[in-house]
């Protein structure tokens, strides 16, 4: 059974970095697009960032594009999403997924799986 859990989360002031991470079990992460995803309160939930597996080609929500870069880590079977210059409106649950395909859309709708329980990021001074 695949599982994709995300760590890293945590209260940072605006302007902070935070690394998130999203380890795998039960499967190879190289070999499928990843996303990352944010829901913050109240807001529906929405793509971030997500990395293609052939060419490590990369998309970004527009307000992350410059702050935010995603990268794979193969031997350890991550991908990574690091956070610069954050704000408080970078505010939200964040969580991993397999897409179908990573594209500059990224709807929430079209992953495979169940969503995990994610990573609280709170940016705040």
């Known amino acids: 059974q695949v599982q994709l859990v995300e760590s890293g989360g945590g209260l940072v002031q605006p302007g902070g970095s935070l690394r998130l991470s999203c380890a795998a079990s039960?499967?190879?992460?190289?070999?499928?697009?990843i996303g990352w995803f944010h829901q913050a309160p109240g807001k529906e939930r929405e793509g971030v960032s997500c990395?293609?597996?052939?060419?490590?080609?990369?998309y970004y929500a527009d307000s992350m594009k410059g702050r935010f870069t995603i990268s794979r880590d193969n031997a350890k079977n991550t991908v990574a999403l690091q956070m610069n210059s954050l704000k408080p409106e970078d505010t939200a649950v964040y969580y991993c997924?397999?897409?179908?395909?990573?594209?500059?859309?990224?709807?929430?709708?079209?992953?495979?799986?169940?969503w995990g329980q994610g990573t609280q990021v709170t940016v705040s001074s």
């Open positions: 997924a397999v897409m179908e395909q990573c594209r500059a859309t990224m709807s929430p709708e079209k992953i495979f799986g169940s």
């Open positions: 039960g499967l190879t992460m190289n070999n499928y697009d």
């Open positions: 990395i293609r597996p052939s060419n490590g080609g990369t």
